[in-house]
């Protein structure tokens, strides 16, 4: 607010009249009044940070007292009081600014005075921004008035105080066992909305029911672990002791989410710590369910294939009532790679809110040296208000425990907080001191209030401490003696709240030891139902999961084929744009090309295969959702499924334009990320069943930025969680003298990763085999992830062309396709060359020119799940074959030869009955997984080839 306008609240009362003349006649003439005002009113009448910033420098220089030179004299002003001098009003206003600065620096920096620590070992800092002396005031000073007008509306009534009565209400706002970090908000509204909650005493006001509900749920969460510290003596259950406040957070959380607006759902993260505590106490999983985990007993029924997991990485879903109101609570799943499941909550969230609206809150739990350590938080954070990977704000809870495993705080990051991350993406953060259950409440309320306000993210750092070690065998005082001297000697939060609310005499002694009992004896009742637990159908499967078959449980493959119409209406989508369009020529030209695949029926390319497999899933009601870097366009320039156009850069998606009734592709290009990314839309394909979701790597290689995913969530969910995932990995592989990280999307990685049917790896030669692969991941009764090593010089190869009734009438997904040359005569090859992805073309064409026909070659176009059966009928079919070869391009020591030589051995030698053995044709190890030289890649090529051919 423009210090002009306060001008009535600053100097108010008789002398109003006085002043606002004076006023008016400055403004026409500054030399109509006398100089002492003329530079008062001068000063005030710019905006008051703007004064300020001039007066005090730059943001980043020591802060120094307001002072303006004036040289007031003894001119009479005539106030209610009586009279007063120029100099006397000159010095209340001077006084009045000094003070404004003192209450923002409250603002701004009391939190580093705050008490935060319940252990007392980190002592609040001393800030000189704090101390009324930076400002000019002396002791003395405390107690003269001086004009704050609106600065103080919201914490003390009137306009006129002494500091000394202004600065207890500041450190009690602003230094007590809450800190508050907003002034650093880009957002002036979200500055100031944040201004007047903090400030308002209303907003921190509970009352005795409040109170009690507190304790009831602070008596379940100590409680719990309480029981289980007795009953399972050296058991790791990383549990929250120490960080119990945790509970009534989360409960206060969700109940005024739903309550006050309407959330449908919430979808938690969370590391190991304290998880057990959750889904108990907050999601609902039974305890006698838990109970039975503790004794050794699976969370699954025998029937349901899969190496489960421990109980303190398990997830759990169940719809709950909550004031009156269905509420559908989500604990993720989660490795020990802490932070990891961040993007797949997030992701989880946006596909709830692509199917249905809005209201879905996503809530991150942390520990502190997570949250300052492991980067996916950072990306995470990145992608907060992306237009592809927003979830209108999350609420992030970090539950701080001072220590990393053995870490000291101050060894775990270079930051003042652990939070302070969070200000990249703009976040407010407030600290609070877990041992004030009330304080801890009262935040998250406004947390809530914030995120539905501005739907953006805010951190709530609880600040607690962890009662036993890393783990409950673990002991803690080998590394911090004096840190585990204050834990042994400091009570729990139960025993610390129940003692205060009767010092209050909001309840009484009786109460809180029933309240406690009460608890116990429910845990000791469900400890001896556990003994008869049996684990039924999972709960946590909701909608169309509940439709998918378990590995072993009936599973089938349903047609892929599409009728032509469908096809050409399809074709007609994406070879237009709308009228007024302006369309960039080369893509016209483009375009046009399509047109005419369509017309004549042939050389549909990779980029017009995959447009068919996405037009028909949309018609038939399936949303399409790829993101990547680059993938609108296509990192070659083959994709292009969003137009833009070239006066108004707005863009054109032709797929979405195929029908009125049709589903929606959404394409977005990513951040440059891809944990974070990767992690999102594994998240997003774990929510919708129905959606093809699919990542795009800008090169394959990248992929390794994301492995945490693919080896803990992508690879091993099913086995682990019964989590099914039909994710889609796009990643561009290939050698073409590219150098190292150009080539290699590491296939033997993933073929390494694969076992009882987790996932399919495949390396497609033509367009209608993927058009038929990404429709089975649809067309079936139950969901895989897909991992491609996709093309990048077929996408344009003249050879790795297909027709259009390939993609139609009784077509479908080719796991190995046969000899296509009728010059080769299967009863007269004498050698079979098995391969995959586009080394076959530079084999094809070599065989074609040496008139090589009595070498077959014999693409796997999936190489997990190994087609066995159909390998074997084909090695039949070359009755006269005793010569067997793989090739491949990428060294030995990787691509696809260690996983499939010995699987296409075993089936020679049982079809020839014969000890023979599999020839390998390609490079020798390496430790690098491709040349730079695009000589040295030329001349390796050229070589593999010719010895698989045995030219």
Same mark, same amino acid.
Not at 498 to 516: F, N, P, R
């Given at each position: 607010m423009a210090i002009a306008d306060q001008i009535a609240s600053v100097f108010s009362g008789s002398n109003a009249a006085y002043l606002a003349e004076l006023y008016a006649k400055w403004r026409q003439d500054a030399n109509s009044v006398d100089p002492s005002f003329a530079q008062i009113f001068s000063a005030m009448n710019d905006d008051k940070t703007v004064v300020m910033d001039d007066v005090r420098g730059p943001s980043w220089a020591p802060r120094k007292p307001v002072k303006i030179e004036l040289e007031p004299d003894d001119k009479p002003a005539l106030t209610k009081e009586g009279k007063v001098t120029a100099k006397q009003l000159y010095q209340a206003a001077n006084d009045s600014l000094r003070a404004v600065e003192l209450i923002n620096a409250y603002r701004s920096f009391g939190h580093f005075n705050a008490v935060l620590d319940p252990l007392s070992i980190h002592k609040p800092t001393e800030c000189k921004e704090l101390n009324p002396e930076t400002y000019g005031f002396k002791?003395?000073?405390?107690?003269?008035?001086? %004009?704050?007008?609106?600065?103080?509306?919201? %914490?003390?009534?009137?306009?006129?105080?002494?500091?000394?009565?202004?600065?207890?209400?500041?450190?009690?706002?602003?230094?007590?066992?809450?800190?508050?970090?907003?002034?650093?908000?880009?957002?002036?509204?979200q500055q100031q909305w944040f201004r007047e909650k903090v400030e308002s005493q209303k907003n921190h006001v509970l009352n005795a029911d409040d109170k009690k509900t507190i304790l009831q749920e602070l008596a379940e969460a100590v409680g719990f672990e309480t029981f289980c510290q007795k009953r399972y003596v050296g058991v790791k259950r990383f549990g929250l002791d120490g960080g119990e406040s945790l509970i009534p957070a989360l409960r206060t959380l969700i109940r005024h989410a739903v309550a006050n607006y309407d959330i449908q759902s919430v979808a938690m993260g969370m590391a190991h710590r304290g998880r057990l505590n959750v889904l108990t106490n907050i999601v609902g999983k039974s305890f006698p369910a838990l109970f039975s985990e503790f004794a050794g007993k699976s969370y699954k029924s025998d029937d349901i294939p899969g190496v489960g997991d421990v109980k303190y990485h398990l997830g759990y879903r169940k719809q709950v009532q909550m004031n009156g109101k269905d509420v559908d609570l989500v604990l993720e799943f989660n490795p020990s790679h802490l932070e990891a499941a961040d993007p797949v909550v997030e992701g989880r969230v946006r596909a709830m809110q692509d199917a249905n609206g809005q209201k879905h809150l996503a809530v991150l739990m942390h520990g502190d040296a997570a949250f300052a350590g492991q980067g996916v938080v950072y990306e995470t954070f990145?992608?907060?208000?992306?237009?592809?990977? #927003?979830?209108?704000?999350?609420?992030?809870?970090?539950?701080?425990?001072?220590?990393?495993?053995?870490?000291?705080?101050?060894?775990?990051?270079?930051?003042?907080?652990?939070?302070?991350?969070?200000?990249?993406?703009?976040?407010?953060?407030?600290?609070?001191?877990?041992?004030?259950?009330?304080?801890?409440?009262?935040?998250? !309320?406004?947390?809530?209030?914030?995120?539905?306000?501005?739907?953006?993210?805010?951190?709530?750092?609880?600040?607690?401490? !962890?009662?036993?070690?890393?783990?409950?065998?673990?002991?803690?005082?080998?590394?911090?003696?004096?840190?585990?001297?204050?834990?042994?000697?400091?009570?729990?939060?139960?025993?610390?709240?129940?003692?205060?609310?009767?010092?209050?005499?909001?309840?009484?002694?009786?109460?809180?030891?029933?309240?406690?009992?009460?608890?116990?004896?429910?845990?000791?009742?469900?400890?001896?139902?556990?003994?008869?637990?049996?684990?039924?159908?999972?709960?946590? /499967? #909701?909608?169309?999961? #509940?439709?998918?078959?378990? !590995?072993?449980?009936?599973?089938?493959? %349903?047609?892929?084929?599409?009728?032509?119409?469908?096809? #050409?209406?399809?074709?007609?989508?994406?070879?237009?744009?709308?009228?007024?369009?302006?369309?960039?020529?080369?893509?016209?030209?483009?375009?046009?090309?399509?047109?005419?695949?369509?017309?004549?029926?042939?050389?549909?390319?990779?980029?017009?295969?995959?447009?068919?497999?996405?037009?028909?899933?949309? /018609?038939?009601?399936?949303?399409?959702? /790829?993101?990547?870097?680059?993938?609108?366009?296509?990192?070659?320039?083959?994709?292009n499924a969003m137009l833009f156009d070239q006066k108004t850069q707005q863009p054109y998606i032709p797929l979405n334009h195929i029908a009125t009734d049709q589903a929606k592709l959404d394409i977005y290009n990513s951040l440059l990320s891809e944990f974070a990314v990767l992690g999102f839309e594994y998240g997003y394909s774990c929510e919708n069943a129905n959606a093809l979701v699919l990542w795009e790597a800008q090169f394959g290689d990248f992929a390794n930025g994301a492995q945490i995913i693919i080896d803990q969530f992508v690879s091993a969910a099913e086995s682990k969680w019964l989590q099914q995932s039909g994710l889609v990995l796009l990643l561009p592989h290939a050698q073409e003298g590219q150098g190292a990280e150009h080539s290699s999307a590491r296939l033997e990685r993933y073929l390494q990763l694969s076992a009882e049917e987790n996932m399919q790896v495949c390396n497609f030669t033509t367009p209608a085999n993927y058009f038929h692969a990404l429709r089975r991941q649809l067309k079936r009764n139950y969901r895989q992830p897909l991992v491609v090593m996709s093309p990048k010089s077929l996408l344009r190869h003249p050879l790795a062309q297909s027709t259009l009734a390939e993609f139609t009438d009784k077509t479908e997904f080719l796991q190995v396709i046969d000899e296509i040359d009728a010059s080769v005569n299967h009863q007269k090859v004498k050698r079979v060359v098995f391969c995959s992805g586009k080394v076959y073309y530079d084999l094809l064409i070599a065989r074609r020119e040496a008139k090589k026909n009595d070498v077959a070659l014999v693409r796997v176009e999936q190489l997990y799940p190994f087609p066995t059966d159909i390998v074997k009928k084909l090695i039949q079919s070359y009755s006269g074959a005793q010569e067997f070869v793989w090739c491949q391009e990428e060294p030995q020591n990787m691509g696809a030869w260690q996983f499939i030589s010995g699987k296409i051995e075993a089936i020679v030698q049982t079809v020839k009955n014969s000890p023979i053995k599999i020839e390998y044709a390609g490079r020798t190890a390496q430790a690098s997984p491709a040349a730079g030289l695009m000589s040295v890649y030329k001349a390796g090529q050229e070589q593999l080839v010719k010895q698989a051919l045995n030219l």
């Open positions: 002791k003395e000073d405390l107690d003269r008035p001086v %004009f704050m007008g609106d600065v103080t509306k919201n %914490f003390l009534p009137g306009e006129i105080h002494t500091l000394g009565e202004v600065i207890p209400v500041l450190r009690r706002i602003y230094c007590s066992s809450i800190a508050w970090e907003y002034t650093y908000l880009q957002n002036s509204e990145a992608m907060s208000r992306l237009p592809g990977y #927003k979830t209108n704000g999350t609420i992030h809870v970090v539950t701080n425990n001072q220590i990393g495993f053995t870490t000291s705080t101050e060894y775990g990051h270079s930051g003042y907080y652990c939070t302070d991350v969070a200000k990249v993406a703009k976040a407010p953060v407030i600290h609070v001191n877990g041992d004030d259950p009330e304080a801890v409440v009262s935040v998250m !309320r406004l947390a809530v209030d914030y995120r539905e306000r501005f739907a953006t993210d805010i951190v709530v750092d609880i600040v607690c401490y !962890r009662r036993f070690g890393h783990n409950e065998t673990d002991e803690p005082t080998f590394t911090q003696p004096i840190m585990y001297q204050a834990v042994h000697k400091h009570k729990d939060i139960y025993q610390l709240y129940a003692a205060k609310l009767q010092d209050e005499g909001v309840i009484s002694a009786v109460e809180t030891e029933k309240y406690w009992s009460d608890f116990q004896n429910y845990l000791q009742k469900s400890y001896e139902e556990a003994d008869n637990y049996h684990p039924g159908t999972p709960e946590w /499967l #909701k909608g169309d999961w #509940k439709k998918m078959q378990w !590995r072993g449980k009936n599973r089938k493959d %349903f047609s892929t084929a599409v009728s032509i119409d469908d096809l #050409k209406r399809i074709g007609k989508a994406i070879s237009s744009y709308q009228a007024g369009f302006n369309c960039h020529p080369k893509l016209v030209r483009q375009l046009e090309a399509k047109a005419k695949m369509f017309e004549t029926g042939k050389g549909f390319d990779w980029a017009t295969g995959e447009a068919l497999a996405f037009g028909s899933l949309l /018609l038939e009601g399936h949303p399409v959702r /790829l993101s990547g870097e680059d993938c609108q366009r296509g990192t070659f320039s083959h994709r």
